[in-house]
């Protein structure tokens, strides 16, 4: 599996930019899906996830009301919709896949096997 993030770029503070996943290779529907960020300095950390069916879905607190993820599996597609973004946003976002079937809405990143290559996000203030 082949993931492909987008939409990355800059927006100032209290904006919003909507970011994709794109899967290729392999059908995603039934993978658990997530996106995690690393900032400048920082350690990576989960920011959203998503279960194979989209029924279920988990934010990190800090997100919590301003991000939204969403998919569409008829697209082989994972969304992450961000609103309201403050410059502690900022960081490159990575989407990541899970393996197996039913997959779940898990944080824990050691349970994802499929890695994106990230795009950025610059939030200014």
């Known amino acids: 599996v082949q993931l492909q993030a987008s939409g990355g770029g800059l927006v100032q503070a209290g904006g919003s930019l909507g970011l994709s996943c794109a899967a290729s290779g392999r059908t995603l529907s039934t993978f658990g899906m997530g996106w995690f960020r690393r900032a400048p300095g920082k350690e990576r950390e989960f920011v959203a996830a998503i279960n194979f069916n989209g029924r279920s879905t988990r934010y990190a607190d800090t997100v919590k009301g301003r991000f939204t993820i969403s998919r569409d599996n008829a697209k082989n597609t994972v969304f992450l919709q961000m609103n309201s973004l403050k410059p502690e946003d900022t960081a490159v976002y990575y989407c990541?896949?899970?393996?197996?079937?039913?997959?779940?809405?898990?944080?824990?990143?050691?349970?994802?096997?499929?890695w994106g290559q990230g795009t950025e996000v610059t939030v200014s203030s």
């Open positions: 990541a896949a899970q393996r197996g079937t039913y997959g779940t809405s898990s944080s824990l990143s050691g349970e994802y096997h499929y």
